[in-house]
């Protein structure tokens, strides 16, 4: 088991910054792909980005590309998701992710997630 809980979520502008943090504890954080997404309200579940076992590769999706960064810190056991210029369609429950696989953008191909953290992005 892994037990996953997010935290740095909150309100700030149009243009703002947030990072958002996921210790993990349980089984060895180093054997996991680490992945992103989020769920605005009425929508589906959707991929924001991902990163290997190693932390050298990443995938982000389009709508946050080069704004979001993925990384993570294997000795702490956690993973980190930087947000800059933010938008108000950013505004979404954050969730972070484990899977057995190095890496993926599906939902479905995760085993383990955190409770989730709450952004909002006000114009």
């Known amino acids: 088991q892994v037990r996953l809980v997010e935290s740095g979520g909150g309100l700030v502008q149009d243009g703002g910054s947030l990072r958002l943090s996921c210790a993990a504890s349980?089984?060895?954080?180093?054997?996991?792909?680490m992945g992103w997404f989020r769920q605005a309200r009425g929508k589906e579940r959707e991929f924001v980005a991902a990163i290997t076992r190693s932390g050298g590769g990443t995938s982000y999706a389009d709508s946050v590309k080069g704004r979001f960064t993925i990384s993570r810190d294997n000795a702490k056991n956690t993973v980190f998701l930087q947000m800059n210029s933010l938008k108000p369609e950013d505004t979404a429950a954050y969730y972070c992710?484990?899977?057995?696989?190095?890496?993926?953008?599906?939902?479905?191909?995760?085993?383990?997630w955190g409770q989730g953290t709450q952004v909002t992005v006000s114009s």
């Open positions: 992710a484990a899977s057995h696989l190095d890496w993926s953008d599906y939902p479905r191909n995760y085993n383990y």
């Open positions: 349980g089984r060895t954080f180093s054997s996991f792909g």
